[in-house]
């Protein structure tokens, strides 16, 4: 008996050891082979909007920690912390802040978990579960709203597959961290969102996608959604070419019944001396007025003018007719935008628009951002005239 325990210990003794060696070495590899990063972002925000006797002043410096973790086997995971807050001159309306009185900039001061998730990878298959950013597309149905100080990221599962030519990503979200946390009544919107897009390249000119988001709020019902779609992306020579339709209805406890498309076709192309041009018109229908298509998960300082007019699709729907103009001389990127917006029905002028960005790299780390957007109202909002200079250093 006694050489039987002594045998049975120290198989145990063994063992344990050896998995304390493995979890030792685990560890090491994580630590050893992680990536930390960097990431300083001034901008100051000048706001001039008609019907608001202040204007707005927001200097604000985003600080971004990253840890990325080396892989054990098919495991790694990534933590990053983001603190946004006011440098100087805090007289503007951050939406938790209290000051009504001036135009809305919508960066909040707060610091949050931005991401914490784990990752699993195996050849083209990769699952991802937590706090993670997801960007699909151009970012017009699901974006990170990039622009803000504090971005937009999604708690929840996701999985992505690519295979030759095709690509599936698809994600189950509990709650979307909006860009007004981390505190307060908007910072959240939990719920049950379900987004599928998948995706097939013929060859490096033509690309096809079909997406399928399902939009089931609980702290903005309004907002639930089902949408299905469709988009083109192509090169003929030396034009590009890009086309998207899709049809969105309510889902959900969504109060109003309502069934809306939306259409975009975009063609652009390269000039001479590193220029080029683009002309688009995208659509977001209206069901006779009573609701219009929406996309509140999307990017939407992207789209529609910078000046931020029509984050909230008007009920009669928008039309936005636009030229662009832009290129990339001597290493500063450029690009003027020229927008016409009118209503999907009824008719409607809303307003122009002209916005103007130039990027200037500094060095490796450093750049400069000179940003501006000026909206000029007919039957819609107010005159608005917005400036921006950013510096982004990045380790």
């Not at 009669?316 to 450029?334: A, C, E, H, L």
Request: net charge negative.
């Amino acid at each position: 008996m006694n050489s039987k325990f002594t045998l049975i210990a120290a198989s145990v003794i063994a063992a344990t050891g050896a998995q304390a060696t493995y979890a030792e070495s685990a560890l090491e590899t994580l630590m050893k082979e992680s990536k930390t990063g960097l990431d300083l972002r001034y901008r100051y925000e000048f706001v001039d909007q008609d019907g608001i006797e202040n204007s707005a002043d927001a200097s604000t410096l985003r600080t971004r920690l990253t840890f990325e973790s080396g892989k054990v086997g098919a495991v790694s995971f990534k933590l990053e912390m983001d603190d946004s807050r006011p440098i100087g001159p805090a007289n503007y309306n951050s939406t938790r802040n209290g000051k009504s009185d001036y135009p809305v900039v919508a960066d909040p001061k707060g610091t949050d978990l931005n991401q914490a998730f784990v990752k699993v990878e195996n050849g083209g298959l990769s699952v991802m579960g937590g706090r993670q950013r997801i960007l699909l597309d151009d970012q017009r149905f699901v974006g990170g709203v990039g622009w803000r100080q504090n971005e937009q990221t999604y708690d929840g599962a996701r999985l992505t597959y690519k295979n030759g030519g095709f690509a599936l990503d698809t994600s189950y979200i509990l709650n979307v961290n909006r860009i007004f946390g981390p505190e307060g009544p908007n910072a959240d919107w939990r719920g049950d969102i379900g987004l599928l897009n998948g995706a097939y390249s013929f060859n490096s000119n033509h690309k096809l996608t079909g997406f399928y988001y399902s939009l089931d709020f609980e702290d903005a019902i309004a907002n639930s959604s089902n949408t299905l779609g469709v988009r083109y992306s192509g090169k003929f020579g030396p034009v590009n070419l890009t086309a998207s339709y899709a049809s969105q209805e309510d889902t959900g406890d969504n109060p109003t019944d309502y069934s809306a498309d939306y259409y975009l076709v975009d063609v652009g192309g390269a000039l001479p001396a590193n220029f080029k041009w683009n002309l688009g018109y995208e659509v977001l229908g209206s069901d006779d007025g009573t609701k219009a298509f929406s996309t509140p998960l999307a990017t939407l300082h992207k789209f529609q003018g910078w000046d931020d007019k029509f984050l909230n699709t008007p009920n009669t729907g928008i039309q936005d007719t636009y030229v662009g103009f832009g290129g990339k001389p001597g290493g500063i990127n450029f690009q003027v935008t020229y927008h016409t917006y009118s209503s999907d029905v009824g008719s409607v002028d809303y307003g122009t628009e002209l916005d103007a960005v130039m990027a200037i790299p500094v060095n490796k780390q450093t750049k400069v951002v000179l940003k501006y957007a000026n909206y000029s109202a007919d039957d819609f909002a107010t005159d608005t005239s917005k400036y921006w200079a950013m510096i982004q250093f990045t380790l």
